[in-house]
């Protein structure tokens, strides 16, 4: 065979190899449903799926949530012998899902190397004596998270895990910190996401979002550990004359720029009914004194994506979220009863994407209550453990003589009775569906020494009536009717 002969031979077995090559690719598709189906059929005229069933809650038996607020526990407690007590987390412990707001940090004190924080500093055993409790899930983005820098972060959550409590809300980075974790239960699985609200236009809290913030991992760049933030922006309403006010202030303000090189630019479009009054955002409206916030678009959406995402692939899903925001200037911080308006926004939006129950904490006491979609949404169920005051300087308090508000004042907790009443809620679900809410009340003992201080109690009868009643009027405006049945509120949904 000639030279030339070999290579026309050549070119054609190529050729008929790259035709084959073509036909494979064609053809393999075809059989694994891609393109084409394996009988020629476009994948077009399958029925696209639906994914309603996904959302909805799959645990048809009779299951329930036992959900409370923080938790600022440092010292292990489950073995206190006190009936009141014991009869609290008997609740907890007779659930299929306890759920809380860990606050705290904990170390194991013979080999943890990193800084303390300040306060709430836990010892390791509190760990499994959460779990003891019946706690079996925990929201661990707050504010404390990295006060013992990121050392304490990865300490807290190795105890957590090695005592088998799920937590959510912190991570090595913003994909860990914002991604959903699952609880395995005889009954299904229960997912949950946990956030946090920043509350950096705060006195002295300035920059706070930004510094325990995660960050997601890009390349090389990013991938701070910390906790899932959902930043916020905060305006202050004012009547119309107020606004005309403030505005005649900046504007004779502005009126010196000129003395000075470089001066700032004047504020342009600016909307009619807003003016930022170095570097706080007023708004028309009608209730002076008002807080309005707008969530970031980035952290609502991922977050939200985060939460449909985790209900796809569980059973059951909790949305949670520390936040110590008010609705109004004229409350003062730690006692904002009223829910402000981005919470109420993020409940909603939470159940429309796949949550089962939302639940609140952060302002250290009790809010209202909503049934949403037959879904509970709980503003805040207050602190069920409170042994914040352990952080205080004792030294410096006289004797006996000294009254509770005074050892307040004097420690520097601007804490109030009000503060140390909270409630269990107890959701029953059965059928797929929210049947009834049962709000057991808790007092912590404001009055009490500093050594029994912040421990959880059912309440006597005087202040569960006290409680129960505070919540039936929190509760009101959502349209929430509470009824007191001996010292238990009992939340009826309609099927």
């Known amino acids: 065979m000639s030279m030339q002969t070999k290579k026309v031979s050549r070119r054609i077995a190529y050729a008929l190899l790259g035709l084959l090559a073509v036909g494979f690719c064609l053809w393999v598709p075809s059989m694994f449903g891609q393109g084409r189906g394996a009988f020629g059929q476009r994948n077009s005229s399958a029925p696209a799926r639906d994914w309603s069933q996904d959302m909805q809650m799959k645990i ?39 759920f809380g707001n860990f606050e705290s940090l904990i170390r194991d004190e013979l080999h943890y190397e990193g800084p303390l924080s300040a306060g709430m500093n836990g010892t390791k055993e509190v760990a499994w004596d959460l779990k003891a409790m019946g706690f079996k899930m925990m929201n661990r983005a707050g504010n404390h998270l990295l006060e013992s820098n990121q050392e304490g972060l990865f300490e807290t959550i190795r105890l957590l895990q090695e005592a088998g409590l799920v937590y959510a809300g912190a991570g090595r980075n913003l994909d860990d910190a914002r991604a959903p ?37 890009i390349g090389n760049t990013g991938g701070r550990p910390g906790l899932n933030a959902l930043f916020l922006t905060r305006a202050f309403i004012v009547s119309q004359d107020q606004f005309d006010a403030l505005k005649k202030v900046r504007d004779a303000i502005y009126e010196h720029r000129t003395d000075y090189s470089n001066p700032v630019d004047l504020p342009a ?5 807003q003016i930022n009054l170095f570097g706080k955002t007023y708004k028309v409206g009608d209730k002076p004194g008002f807080l309005t916030y707008t969530m970031n678009p980035s952290d609502l959406s991922e977050n939200l994506r985060s939460i449909k995402d985790g209900k796809e692939y569980s059973d059951f899903m909790i949305a949670t979220i520390h936040a110590h925001e008010g609705d109004t200037a004229l409350q003062p911080y730690l006692v904002e009863d009223e829910t402000p308006d981005f919470l109420v926004k993020l409940a909603h939006d939470s159940i429309d994407n796949g949550a089962d129950a939302f639940v609140g904490h952060g302002p250290h006491v009790l809010r209202g209550i909503e049934i949403y979609k037959g879904k509970p949404i709980f503003y805040d169920l207050g602190e069920f453990f409170r042994e914040w005051d352990w952080g205080c300087d004792c030294d410096q308090i006289p004797g006996a003589a000294v009254t509770a508000a005074e050892r307040n004042l004097k420690t520097g907790l601007s804490a109030l009775p009000v503060n140390y009443e909270s409630a269990i809620a107890l959701s029953k679900y059965d059928k797929g569906k929210l049947q009834e809410v049962l709000i057991y009340p808790i007092d912590t003992g404001f009055a009490g020494p500093i050594s029994q201080r912040g421990i959880p109690r059912t309440a006597s009868p005087e202040a569960a009536q006290r409680i129960l009643q505070r919540l039936q009027k929190l509760s009101e405006p959502f349209g929430t009717k509470i009824s007191i049945e001996g010292n238990v509120g009992v939340i009826r949904v309609a099927q």
């Open 181 to 217: 974790r699952f609880l395995e239960t005889p009954k299904g699985r229960v997912g949950m996401v946990g956030m946090f609200a920043p509350n950096d236009d705060r006195p002295g809290d300035a920059g706070q979002g930004q510094r325990e913030a995660a960050t997601y991992r």
């Open 60 to 98: 048809t038996e009779p299951f329930t949530l036992a959900s409370v607020g923080d938790v600022m526990i440092i010292r292990p407690a489950s073995q206190i012998d006190d009936p009141r007590f014991q009869s609290a987390i008997k609740i907890i412990q007779g659930a299929d899902v306890g």
């Open 269 to 273: 479009n600016e909307p009619s009914d």
